[in-house]
């Protein structure tokens, strides 16, 4: 049973920084896609970044060279770097993880609950 718990989320003005971080168990997260996702209200969930078992990573055009995806094997733990955040980039950040491409949100089959992140 994998279970996906996210943390890091906050309030942050325009131009600062937040670290996301999602505990994962159940699985080993070596052999999988792990990706995050986001939603704003009203709007539909977007895939934000993803990486691979080989470390490859993928972003949406809109937070390339602002955002850093990256994992820790061997705490079965996913991060999220989100810098110069903007005021559109308020939303609830989901963790998720599948197998698959992983630049495909298809893949993706099992998530966390979620954690909010402002920017004001």
């Known amino acids: 049973h994998v279970q996906l718990v996210e943390s890091g989320g906050g309030s942050v003005q325009a131009g600062g920084s937040l670290r996301l971080s999602c505990a994962a168990s159940g699985y080993t997260s070596s052999s999988y896609c792990m990706g995050w996702f986001r939603q704003a209200p009203g709007k539909e969930r977007e895939g934000v970044a993803g990486i691979d078992s080989d470390g490859d990573t993928n972003y949406a055009d809109s937070v390339k060279g602002r955002f850093t995806i990256s994992k820790d094997n061997a705490m079965n733990t996913l991060y999220l770097q989100m810098n110069s955040l903007k005021p559109e980039d308020s939303a609830m950040y989901y963790c998720?993880?599948?197998?698959?491409?992983?630049?495909?949100?298809?893949?993706?089959?099992?998530w966390g609950q979620g954690t909010q992140v402002t920017v004001s």
């Open positions: 998720a993880v599948g197998r698959g491409l992983c630049s495909a949100a298809a893949t993706y089959n099992d």
